[in-house]
């Protein structure tokens, strides 16, 4: 059995230039993983917390050298010396070690880097691919090519991570469950490619936006689905058979004062007047998915709105959840969503991450394994999304290096298990 013989942490850069943790794990059989974190601009205000240092003079405060000490001059002490295959016992050691109910103490960042790092090593001791070791050891899914999760492909950014100004944060294409997971990323980079040529043809701009979707001024949200529709129907792709819309309105980076403002409307909107217009878009748009319909306290919207798209639409929890089995439990009572977006950083580690796809397993509730916004090159989550089966993937538009690295892991898996089931 091998053990942990070092922990070592450090500051490396995210994809918006910020610094984040990155957590390296080696064993006395010389087994070795690096795990980094990435980090959301549009963060739920009930996620577990991602410690920074708060010094001005350093990266405007954003560094995470506190959190790196934090892992080295702490946590290092406990996990030195544990087998790495217990993946439960020592997350639950980082949680009484931290002691607090949000991880404030030694930062969800810090926390996550070991948990992640003890992950990838406790496989790689295994002799397994980390996707392989997580259906081993949860039995949530047993990895086939022709099962692998769905692509959510964010092609037009608003909201908090575009340049431009539409009040949704993520405009997606999706492709048909049918189709093998590389047949869908050549779907969904035709498609990006093909919308580059309608924004140009249109004068909009076309820089693109913190997930590599381009981030155009337009009129409204609405004519940022016609685009997506206009480049659709300019391709080989039949919308809604080969290809699907989806949202993410982030509606809790838009509420103010229990009012929503969006370019489409005159006049600002309370949260069954959102829902009731967007219940009006699912009518003309047959929308497959919608992430954050509502705020993240207004429960009582969520319900509604899950009680007349419930069965036709997803309606994806992301800042209501924040990867949280208590908050999934409320929702599960309330009725209040079909689905549930994973970010592990919500939470701060990874079997707490499982426990949540498997408690929405359990209630018949879709899954998404998703990135953030501020991403490095890690590749974990494509092996955590099979490894688990979690039904769908979000990491991006298939461009930039953090995105293209998650989609490109997820065509090696694809191929690997073809190569094993031939
Ligand atoms: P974030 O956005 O990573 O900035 O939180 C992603 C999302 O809202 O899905
Ligand atoms: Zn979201």
Redesign the pocket.
């Known amino acids: 059995m091998a053990l942990v013989k070092s922990v070592y942490a450090r500051e490396i850069l995210d994809s918006r230039g910020n610094p984040t943790i990155e957590t390296t794990i080696w064993t006395d059989s010389d087994h070795g993983s690096v795990a980094s974190i ?7 205000k009930f996620e577990a917390v991602e410690l920074r240092d708060n010094d001005i003079h350093r990266f405007g405060g954003m560094g995470v050298l506190k959190a790196v000490e934090n892992v080295n001059q702490i946590i290092s002490k406990y996990v030195i010396g544990q087998d790495p295959t217990k993946q439960n016992a020592i997350d639950q050691m980082l949680l009484d070690i931290d002691g607090t109910p949000n991880k404030s103490k030694l930062g969800a960042n810090a926390i996550l880097s070991v948990s992640q790092a003890i992950c990838e090593v406790g496989a790689a001791s295994s002799g397994l691919a980390t996707f392989e070791y997580l259906s081993q050891k949860y039995g949530l899914n047993k990895p086939s090519p022709l099962n692998l999760p769905t692509p959510i492909f964010n092609l037009i950014n608003g909201g ?2 575009g340049a431009g100004n539409l009040e949704f ?2 405009f997606h294409v999706i492709p048909s469950s049918r189709k093998t997971f590389s047949e869908g990323l050549s779907l969904g980079t035709d498609l990006y490619h093909l919308l580059k040529q309608v924004l140009i043809d249109k004068k909009a701009i076309h820089s693109v936006g ?2 590599g979707g381009y981030a155009p001024n337009l009129f409204s949200n609405t004519d940022a689905i016609e685009l997506l529709v206009e480049a659709i129907e300019g391709s080989q792709y039949k919308i809604n058979a080969d290809v699907f819309l989806g949202l ?1 309105v ?1 509606a809790s980076s838009i509420v103010k004062g229990g009012k929503y403002k969006i370019s489409d409307v005159k006049e600002a909107m309370d949260g069954k007047g959102l829902a009731d217009f967007l219940i009006d878009l699912n009518k003309k748009y047959n929308l497959l998915s919608i ?2 319909p509502l705020d993240q306290d207004d429960w009582e919207s969520w319900t509604y709105i899950n009680g007349d798209l419930g069965k036709q639409v997803m309606l994806v929890g ?2 209501l959840l924040v990867t949280n089995k208590t908050r999934l439990q409320e929702a599960i009572s309330k009725n209040a969503c079909n689905a549930v ?1 994973v ?1 592990p950083n919500q939470i701060g580690t990874i079997s707490e991450a499982v426990s949540v796809v498997k408690t929405a397993k359990l209630h018949g509730m879709s899954t998404i394994a ?5 991403d490095t090159d890690e590749d974990f989550m494509a092996d955590f999304a099979v490894g688990v089966g979690t039904d769908f993937v ?1 990491f991006g538009a298939p461009g930039r290096g953090e995105r293209v690295s998650k989609y490109n892991r997820l065509l090696f898996i694809e191929e690997y298990l073809k190569s094993k089931n031939a």
């Open positions: 990435p980090s959301g601009a549009s963060t739920g908090k991570h944060q993520e913190d997930e993410d982030a992430e954050d992301d800042d977006l970010k998703s990135h953030r916004s501020g979000k």
